[in-house]
C-alpha cells in the first residue's frame, strides 16, 4: 500500500475540512474524524478517498476505537492534523471548573490521546503530526484563560512530542493561526473584536481556512523533512508584531 493517507480531527468544517480538501487533492486518503455526525455526513459527501469517522476526542474509549477504524480503513497513517478544538471567552471569575474543563477536555486531552493512539502507525510510516494551536496560545489576553492555556499547553506538547518521538522517524509541529472567519471564530468574535484585530494585523485582514490548511499540508509533506519542534505562526504579523502601540506607527 504506497498511498499516503492522513487523520485529520475537527474535519467537518472550518480549518479542518480545509485541510481535508488539499490532502485529497494531493493524493491522500484521508480519515475525517468529527464528533458532528450530521455535519460531518454533509462535509464527507462527494468527496473521493474520504473516510468519515465520528468521535469525540476528548473521549478516551472513542479514541482507540476511532484509532483502529483508521488504521484499518487507511492501511497506514503518514500524517495526523489535531484541529480539533473549541473556544469560549469569559473572565477568570466566570470560568468556572466545568467550562475550564470543557476547553481542555477537546483541545488538549484530544490531541494528546490522538497523538497516543496513533504514534505506533506514525512510527512505522516515518510520519508527522500537526497540533493546531492558536495566538492565543503565543500571547496572552483577556478572557482566555482556558482557551489561552489550552492552547499553550498545546505547544509544549508539540516540543515534548518532538523531543521524544524523533528517534521513531515521527516530526511534530504546531500551527498557530491567527483570526480565521469560521464558525469557532464567529462565535466569539464580536464586531469590536474583529475591528481590533483588523488593526493590530499588518496584513489588515483575518486569514482563510485555506492559508492555514496550505501550512499544515506542508509541515505534513516530505518537503518539511527536516523540520520538526516547529511553532509557526500563520497569522498575518500579528503575533511578531509585539510593540503594536497606534503611537508608533508611521
Ligand atoms: N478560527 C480561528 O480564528 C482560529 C484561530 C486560531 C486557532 N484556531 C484553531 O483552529 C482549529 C479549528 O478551528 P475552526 O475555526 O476551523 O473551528 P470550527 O468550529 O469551524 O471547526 C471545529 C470542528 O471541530 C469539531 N470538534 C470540536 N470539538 C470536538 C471534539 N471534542 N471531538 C471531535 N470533533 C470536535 C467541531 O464539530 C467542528 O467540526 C481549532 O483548534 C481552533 O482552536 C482557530
Redesign the pocket.
Known amino acids: 500500500m504506497t498511498q499516503k493517507t492522513a487523520v485529520v480531527?475537527?474535519?467537518?468544517?472550518?480549518?479542518?475540512l480545509a485541510t481535508v480538501k488539499l490532502f485529497l487533492a494531493e493524493g491522500r486518503k484521508v480519515a475525517m474524524?468529527?464528533?458532528?455526525v450530521e455535519?460531518l455526513d454533509i462535509a464527507a459527501e462527494g468527496l473521493e478517498g474520504a473516510v468519515p469517522i465520528v468521535?469525540?476526542?476528548?473521549v478516551q474509549d472513542q479514541v482507540t476505537k476511532m484509532a483502529e477504524t483508521a488504521q484499518d480503513r487507511l492501511g497506514r497513517v503518514d500524517a495526523l492534523v489535531n484541529?480539533?478544538?473549541?473556544?469560549d471567552f469569559g473572565p477568570i471569575a466566570e470560568t468556572d471548573f466545568a467550562r475550564w474543563r470543557r476547553v481542555m477536555?477537546?483541545?488538549l486531552d484530544?490531541v494528546f490521546l490522538c497523538s497516543q493512539e496513533l504514534a505506533p502507525a506514525l512510527a512505522q510510516a516515518k510520519g508527522a503530526v500537526v497540533n493546531?494551536?492558536?495566538?492565543?496560545g503565543l500571547r496572552a489576553s483577556t478572557l482566555r484563560v482556558a482557551?489561552g492555556t489550552s492552547?499553550a499547553a498545546v505547544i509544549q506538547l508539540t516540543k515534548q512530542q518532538a523531543a521524544e518521538w524523533g528517534e521513531q522517524g515521527i516530526r511534530a509541529n504546531c500551527v498557530?493561526?491567527?483570526?480565521?472567519?469560521?464558525?469557532?471564530?464567529l462565535a466569539v468574535h464580536s464586531p469590536e473584536i474583529r475591528a481590533a484585530y483588523h488593526d493590530a494585523i499588518p496584513l489588515n485582514r483575518?486569514g482563510t481556512?485555506q492559508e492555514?490548511a496550505e501550512v499544515i499540508v506542508f509541515l505534513c509533506s516530505d518537503k518539511a523533512s527536516y523540520v520538526t519542534g516547529q511553532i509557526i505562526s500563520a497569522d498575518g504579523g500579528f503575533e511578531s508584531t509585539g510593540v503594536g502601540l497606534p503611537a508608533l506607527r508611521v
Not at 474524524?33 to 458532528?36: E, F, L, S, Y
Open positions: 480531527t475537527g474535519a467537518a468544517r472550518g480549518i479542518g474524524v468529527d464528533r458532528d455535519a468521535c469525540d476526542v476528548a484541529n480539533a478544538g473549541v473556544a477536555e477537546t483541545n484530544g493546531i494551536a492558536s495566538i492565543s482557551y492552547k498557530c493561526p491567527g483570526p480565521v472567519d469560521t464558525k469557532l471564530a483575518y481556512e492555514i
